[in-house]
């Protein structure tokens, strides 16, 4: 089965950047970053399909960016003027997810 592997978390200050990179093992269709505060259920940020169309949640329009290189079958999401309130850990997966493909995730903290 696929394997996704997600990178780039950090600590930022509000109002920083980060990118997040995520990498599949193989070829993929629709591509989603979601996101999971503590205690939260976890959330779509974000899906772009194989020919790059893109969806964003509401609460991250207009600051962050999804793409794909699909040479590389890398799936990005761009975070600019981060808040604390995105702190989460952040995974990909197909879009719809299938369970089975979860990763660890890269935590974000974004403090204030």
């Known amino acids: 089965q696929v394997q996704f592997v997600e990178s780039g978390g950090g600590l930022v200050q509000a109002g920083g950047s980060l990118i997040l990179s995520c990498a599949a093992s193989e070829s993929t269709s629709t591509m989603g970053w979601y996101r999971q505060a503590p205690g939260k259920q976890r959330d ?8 790059a169309n893109t969806l964003y949640a509401d609460s991250v329009k207009g600051r962050f960016t999804i793409s794909r290189d699909n040479t590389k079958n890398t799936v990005y999401l761009q975070m ?7 702190t989460a850990v952040y995974y990909c ?11 660890q995730g890269t935590q974000v903290t974004v403090s204030s």
């Open 93 to 103: 997966n197909r879009f719809p997810p299938v369970s089975n493909y979860w990763g």
């Open 44 to 51: 779509l940020v974000a899906h772009i399909t194989r020919g």
């Open 80 to 86: 600019n003027s981060l808040k604390p309130e995105d």
